[in-house]
């Protein structure tokens, strides 16, 4: 267990409840789209999505409760925005005071003000449950050898990441036919070639992480004709920041043994390399021309 990552709020009306949202933290979201919307909270995650089937508001279920500076303050703008109070602020012990109410959309919303806890630092990302034939990580790992690019594209955040996190969206741009799951452990095969081909493309990629419109980290393997280190999967992140009215892309290939590359290292390691050098610029040239957002 990592500790809090996201809280999802089920809501009958997203674009209301987004608005609400917007004005009781005073900040816009980050990702907005009709399923999600979703918020940084202090580096965590508050998402709002579409009440439906099994899925609905409640002011009964698990209550995430969310950090504050001054607990009194963030309780009465939630009541004068029209939240229904539950419990007002009151001490728990150890300096240590808590709060609820139930949000418009019917929801229960935690606060708390916790003297003794330390958020940590923005940016720091965990990649959960790597795959046990990486390698490089972390003493065999040669991070001089990684391969890192920067794009600058004039498409919008959300649009960079929803041509990233789905199998519909990888088809548009990257291959013709993707199997993607956006959760870890989920699948992240591109299938380059036909099914007349044993071997296809990324067969046996996962997912590792994922930070909804900001991160996403997948194994990688080498191409068929590479035999020696294509059952030996390396990984790739790709990042999301905004930029000048678009988004910066960060491309990073990593988890290149060591061994490798010193002497007496199989010339599949170099020769992958090679070949990842070569191929990433134009596999980030198809993401720029799909979006119509000329890469710099």
Not at 79 to 93: M, N, S, Y
Not at 143 to 158: G, I
Not at 207 to 236: C, D, E, I, M, Y
Not at 249 to 263: I, Q, R, V
């Amino acid at each position: 267990m990592l500790g809090l990552r996201t809280a999802i709020h089920p809501v009958a009306d997203l674009a209301a409840a987004r608005d609400w949202y917007a004005k009781l933290l005073e900040i816009t979201p980050y990702f907005d789209q009709p399923f999600y919307v979703g918020f940084d909270v202090g580096g965590y995650e508050l998402g709002l999505v579409p009440a439906e089937d099994d899925r609905c508001a409640s002011p009964y279920g698990v209550e995430a409760l969310w950090g504050v500076a001054d607990l009194d303050a963030v309780y009465w703008r939630a009541v004068e925005l029209g939240a229904t109070p539950i419990e007002a602020p009151h001490e728990v012990g150890g300096d240590i005071r808590v709060a609820s109410v139930i949000d418009p959309a019917g929801n229960r919303l935690g606060l708390i003000f916790n003297p003794h806890f330390a958020v940590p630092a923005r940016g720091a990302v965990t990649i959960s449950d790597p795959p046990a034939t990486t390698l490089g990580a972390p003493d065999g790992a040669l991070a001089d050898v990684d391969l890192v690019w920067t794009r600058a594209l004039s498409a919008p955040r959300a649009a960079v990441w929803a041509a990233w996190s789905s199998a519909e969206g990888l088809a548009a741009w990257f291959a013709d036919e993707v199997r993607m799951e956006l959760r870890i452990g989920g699948p992240f095969e591109i299938l380059f070639f036909g099914p007349e081909v044993a071997e296809r493309g990324s067969e046996g990629s996962k997912v590792l992480a994922f930070v909804p419109g900001r991160l996403l980290a997948f194994s990688w393997n080498a191409p068929p004709h590479l035999k020696h280190t294509r059952p030996q999967l390396t990984w790739v992140t790709v990042e999301l920041a905004d930029a000048d009215g678009g988004t910066a892309l960060t491309l990073t290939h990593t988890g290149w043994p060591a061994a490798g590359f010193e002497a007496g290292g199989h010339p599949d390691w170099p020769a992958t390399h090679a070949y990842f050098k070569a191929a990433w610029p134009r596999v980030l040239d198809a993401l720029a021309a799909h979006l119509g957002a000329p890469a710099a």
